[in-house]
């Protein structure tokens, strides 16, 4: 009896990641022990800071939506062949521009507003990865090197500004001044108690459905997946290599960009420092572990947010594991999810008793 | 008759679902020239590749010299004293002829023992070499000189040719025929693997003809014909589809005065100019390598050319875009077509779209009308025999030939009005291959104009109107297929008589 | 003796400074991608390097065990990349990333968890680290003008590490020309399947080229910790390990123009700390937030110049894999 191609490809979407990510756990759990700690211990807290009650689901949410957000940033670009590092740099922008949105046109036009922050954030971050993208496609150079370039001075650029141009007057804190109550993103979490979840969760869903649409059903995320897959076939298609590039990491770019609509207009309310940092990163754990699929990237996201989460409260219950043992479960899982992620494939398909295609 | 040098027992080997040799056994005995034939896909260089350690062998035995060998690596292979010459060129590009001589027998962690024993091997052969040039600069068999000097250079008694002569001209042909009936008559085995009937009948000793995976037989070359090996080759007397001759209509295609550079500067086609009418099959033969790949690539749109200008239907697109020539009705059957006509990780849906992502069959609004691309899947799973026949599957599941089927069908199936064909039925098995050339002379008698690039002499006589010879990216001449004048198409090809 | 000489040669030395830890990461990086083996991780095994380096440093108050621990750490970081590169044939990119942000949270929590001190080790005395190097003569020849200062300023006082790097660069080009490693290490980068039918085992020379990338990042990063440092901090590196890879890709893979281009980025840093607070001509006094960008506007203008994609190695980033 020979497995159909649909269940393989659900075993492939939802199996392999399972194991590749137990993988991942196990080996956080002995840095755990290295630490000090209990890794049993360390993983209840993680739990129970997740989930334990509706206003943590709350805060579990509303992280995972900034990793929607970056993870399909670093997803699309995939497809294209492009490793877009430049998440943190391409949000920050996002945020500049949707800060300035609020702040600016807010108080004339008040809830107007809202959509245009959105709009700018998405164009802050398109713009951001435009420029790593054209130099891509005329000068050849490496994706991956500029966008961290791009991190680098979106961070020098944001803190000049912060601290000499827009700082909010008679404080010390590199802050604006908040944002017009009108501009806020509404909550949506009342039911969950007090947690700064807001409308961008379903935005990201939503957003999530649209680029599965856009890769899978139309002709232009199909000529940015086969330039990712055989960009000489692709040419010879009479396919427009580097303007799929472009396309796709503009796209990126302004998804990593809406970040700040989640983080600023949803719940911090202000433009502050550093406001992206870790975000960016995160999104290629979450792209990764998500095989680059919306829906895989929704699943990895709600993961991540849980564990950034539940790390929080660790931090406080087990003060020997800092917060960065969840960078260190992130590098994991993207090493297991991304890179060996063919190591269990061979053992996964004996269990099961079918054939893989490699 | 002595003992064989060579001996294969059984050797049996599978990829996934093809079983590519069938218990096959060969002897090579010492001092001859054996031929291994057989069609494309027939097993023959994978047999070659297990006996040089490339390829392990599920089951089966190999003796060298009475002493059973596990070849595991190349190197177990080299160590019993058996060298290859691949098909494609196993060479270092930017090093220099001495320093791919040198690699894999550099005599030490300093490179000057190494350097000199090549020098030694360079002047024992007295090749025409200039052996401090950069590989990248040499002709194609002056490369393959290299290749055989690297296997004689480490030691090799027993000598595996894989398609030796897909890239030589006529006399470049000649001269290492030559060497190997100097070689096997020091004492050498060679092993000839190839498809071409002809040259071993020239060339070999004795021959076995392999077909799908199994030794069909076995026979002194003094003892048979080409036909008869041939007939053991296909399995059947060829049937080939009959031309009929019919009207030409206007001119659709006009090349003139074309002159292509590689990005090095070298022109690659110096200006050609020809003309293609509706209806018509316009051969252009050449041995591979003499500007083919450029003018199919400037055809299409993939290479600038430097001068001269190409009109499709009077229209001018020598500046054209891909997509733009396309719309207008050209076509191409990619020479590489698994390269360059294919997307492995796709769907064999999504690989009809490729290329086609702006008819309105196939994409309404942006988004793609999957049940007409299936739809198209499955009527050509059918007349072209395609396996498997499954239009959502990646196309990474089909074998190579049953991909090469789904992009030639895609390509002929849309029916342009001027098709440009390079090597249509390489790496394609014979009863496929058939249907192909027959599908192509409907569409010409239908009034498609197709321009036929191939190396394949016996095809391009099969299908053509007209012959242009191509040699070093000039047209050297015009043959009828009817002219079977080896002697004049031979030196046509070689660029040394231009009619 | 002029200020301006003083000043001059002093800018000189700190670019030596700053480009030792560039140029040996770059020397590392190079032997893995000629091989064709893409490494991105040399900001990561830099920084486990440094990591390493001054905990042991710290505990065995050992500057010599800290550089042994700084060089067996990166290499163990290399191997795993070697690991899912070569035998899994993974994609090299994404491997080099995850290195770089497992080290970023590796060290950080077992900093804390070791030490106690918010994911950075304690500072170091003099013992445990590698101190200055005086040349011999330096206190008669000070006095000296112009050569002496140049003597003592320029061409002395600099950590071994430092005329390590310098050394090491004609040993390298050496190496890749003459060696018959080199040889085998250039041709597997161009065509595996070559060397693989000569008989190499390709899978082999790229584990040694990963193991000299090690090496090298190892040395890298202890020079940052328990050299010019005192210890290690968190993200010390800060983007040096991408620096050195740009500097690699704009030097063409290969071994001067590399160094040379790491001496442009070193150079930047260093002219960066003399324009602070200075007014340049027509923009006046740059913010400092904004100076600090500067090296990673070089880089991009760098790789931004290069005229087409320069000649990497024909196989760069693409697994090597045999049908058995």
């Known amino acids: 009896m020979r497995p159909s191609a649909a269940s393989r490809r659900r075993a492939e979407l939802l199996l392999l990641p399972a194991i590749n990510l137990a993988g991942a756990l196990v080996l956080s759990a002995l840095v755990v022990l290295a630490a000090g700690a209990d890794p049993f211990g360390a993983m209840a807290v993680l739990a129970m800071g997740a989930a334990g009650d509706p206003a943590s689901l709350g805060y579990t949410l509303y992280y995972a939506t900034n990793f929607i957000f970056t993870g399909l940033a670093v997803a699309i670009p995939f497809h294209a062949g492009l490793f877009n590092i430049g998440g943190e740099g391409q949000a920050y922008i996002g945020g500049l521009l949707a800060s300035l949105a609020c702040l600016l046109l807010g108080p004339r036009l008040g809830v107007a507003a809202i959509p245009l922050a959105i709009a700018g954030a998405a164009l802050g971050g398109a713009l951001w990865a435009l420029v790593p993208a054209w130099l891509r496609v005329t000068r050849g150079s490496h994706v991956v090197i500029t966008t961290i370039m791009f991190n680098f001075i979106a961070s020098g650029v944001m803190t000049f500004l912060l601290i000499n141009v827009l700082i909010a007057p008679n404080q010390s804190a590199p802050e604006t001044v908040a944002f017009p109550e009108a501009t806020w993103m509404p909550g949506i979490g009342s039911m969950l108690g007090p947690s700064p979840i807001n409308l961008a969760f379903p935005l990201a869903l939503l957003l999530a459905l649209a680029t599965w649409v856009f890769l899978w059903r139309t002709r232009w995320g199909f000529a940015i997946r086969a330039a990712g897959a055989n960009a000489e076939a692709a040419r010879a298609a009479g396919i427009s290599v580097g303007r799929s590039i472009v396309l796709a990491m503009t796209l990126g770019g302004a998804l990593a960009g809406l970040v700040a609509v989640n983080e600023l207009m949803g719940a911090q309310h202000r433009l502050l420092l550093d406001f992206s940092s870790g975000y960016g990163f995160m999104g290629i754990a979450v792209a990764m572990m998500g095989r680059n699929h919306p829906a895989g990237i929704c699943l990895a996201a709600l993961f991540f947010g849980a564990l950034y989460q539940g790390g929080t409260e660790l931090s406080f219950d087990m003060p020997q594991v800092t917060r960065d043992i969840v960078v260190v479960i992130e590098g994991l899982a993207i090493l297991f999810c991304g890179a060996l992620e063919n190591l269990f494939r061979g053992r996964i398909a004996r269990w099961l008793g079918q054939e893989f295609e490699t | ?499 | 003796m002029s200020d301006g000489l003083v000043d001059l040669l002093s800018i000189l030395a700190a670019t030596l400074r700053l480009a030792t830890p560039l140029v040996l990461a770059a020397l590392g990086g190079l032997f893995s991608e000629r091989s064709g083996v893409i490494d991105i991780g040399l900001e990561g095994k830099m920084l486990g390097s440094a990591f390493a380096a001054a905990s042991v440093a710290a505990v065995t108050q050992s500057a010599w065990l800290g550089l042994a621990a700084g060089i067996a750490c990166s290499t163990a970081l290399a191997l795993l990349h070697a690991y899912a590169a070569v035998t899994q044939r993974g994609n090299q990119v994404v491997t080099g990333m995850a290195l770089n942000i497992l080290v970023a949270g590796l060290a950080p929590v077992l900093a804390t968890a070791w030490f106690g001190q918010d994911g950075g080790t304690p500072n170091l005395p003099p013992d445990a680290r590698f101190a200055a190097l005086t040349l011999p003569g330096t206190a008669a020849l000070s006095d000296v003008p112009v050569l002496g200062a140049i003597y003592v300023r320029l061409l002395g006082g600099y950590n071994g590490f430092v005329y390590g790097a310098a050394l090491a660069i004609p040993l390298t080009t050496l190496a890749l020309r003459s060696s018959r490693f080199g040889l085998r290490l250039r041709a597997v980068g161009e065509n595996p399947q070559a060397v693989e039918t000569a008989g190499i085992s390709v899978a082999s020379l790229r584990y040694r080229a990963l193991l000299l990338t090690g090496f090298f990042c190892g040395l890298a990063g202890a020079y940052l910790s328990i050299a010019a440092g005192a210890g290690f901090t968190r993200n010390m590196t800060a983007g040096r390990g991408y620096l050195a890879l740009a500097a690699l890709i704009f030097g063409r893979w290969q071994p001067v123009p590399t160094a040379l281009a790491c001496l442009l980025f070193a150079f930047a840093d260093a002219v960066e700390t003399r324009l602070q607070g200075t007014p340049l001509p027509l923009v006046g006094v740059v913010p400092v937030e904004l100076i600090s960008t500067i090296p990673y506007l070089l880089t991009v203008m760098l790789l931004a110049g290069l005229v087409g994609t320069a000649r990497a190695p024909r196989m760069l980033g693409v697994p090597y894999g045999r049908d058995r």
Request: proline fraction near 4%; hydrophobic fraction near 45%; aromatic fraction near 2%.
């Open chain 2, 1 to 499: 008759m002595s003992d064989p040098v060579v001996e294969l027992h059984g050797i049996e080997k599978r990829f996934g679902a093809v079983h590519a040799n069938r218990g096959i056994s060969l002897r090579l005995f010492p001092g001859s020239i054996h031929g291994l034939i057989g069609e494309n896909g027939a097993g023959k260089s994978t047999l070659a590749n297990i006996l040089y350690g490339s390829l392990t062998p599920d089951a089966g035995t190999i003796r060298v010299h009475g002493r059973l060998h596990r070849m595991r690596r190349p190197r177990d292979a080299i160590a019993a004293g058996i060298g290859m010459v691949h098909q494609h060129f196993m060479l270092i590009e930017p090093m220099s002829v001495l320093d791919n001589l040198v690699l894999g027998s550099e005599g030490g962690p300093a490179l000057a023992k190494g350097r000199a024993a090549a020098r030694a091997t360079l002047n024992r052969y007295q090749w025409p070499i200039d052996s401090d040039l950069a590989v990248e600069r040499l002709s194609v068999g002056a490369r393959q000189q290299v290749e055989l000097l690297k296997a004689l250079h480490r030691g090799a008694d027993i000598l595996i040719l894989d398609e030796p002569t897909a890239v030589l001209t006529p006399i470049e042909t000649q001269w290492l025929f030559d060497e190997l009936r100097a070689l096997a008559h020091e004492g050498k085995t060679i092993l000839l693997v190839t498809h071409k009937l002809r040259e071993v009948m020239e060339l070999a000793d004795r021959a076995t003809v392999l077909r799908r995976g199994s030794v069909v037989a076995e026979r002194q070359v003094a003892q048979t014909s080409a036909a008869e090996l041939a007939e053991l080759m296909i399995g059947r007397a060829p049937a080939p589809p009959v031309r009929r001759a019919h009207p030409k209509g206007p001119i659709a295609l006009e090349i003139r005065d074309l002159r292509v550079r590689d990005p090095e500067g070298v022109t690659r086609l110096d200006r050609v100019s020809l003309d293609l009418r509706a209806g018509e099959v316009l051969g252009v033969a050449g041995v591979a390598g003499n500007g083919q790949s450029e003018l199919i690539k400037a055809l299409v749109g993939l290479a600038a050319p430097s001068s001269g200008m190409i009109r499709l239907h009077g229209r001018d697109i020598t500046g054209a875009s891909v997509a733009e020539r396309r719309r207008h009705g050209l076509g191409c059957i990619a020479e590489d077509r698994l390269r360059d006509g294919a997307i492995a990780e796709l769907s064999a849906a999504e690989n009809v779209l490729l290329g086609r992502q702006d008819e309105s069959d196939f994409v309404r609004l942006g988004f793609v009308r999957r049940e007409n691309l299936n739809r198209s899947v499955e009527t050509w799973v059918h007349d072209y025999a395609i396996r498997p026949r499954r239009p959502d599957q990646r196309l990474t599941l089909f074998s190579g030939g049953n991909q090469q089927k789904l992009v030639v069908a895609r390509e002929i199936e849309r029916k342009p009005s001027v098709l440009v064909a390079g090597q249509p039925t390489r790496g394609v098995d014979v009863g496929a291959a058939e249907l192909i050339h027959r599908r192509l002379l409907e569409i010409s008698a239908a009034g498609t104009a197709i321009l036929l690039v191939s190396a394949d002499l016996d095809e391009v006589r099969l299908l053509a109107d007209r012959i242009l010879v191509i040699c070093r990216g000039r047209i050297t001449g015009e043959v009828a297929p009817e002219d079977v004048d080896e002697r004049r198409l031979g030196l046509l090809m070689a660029g040394a008589a231009v009619a």
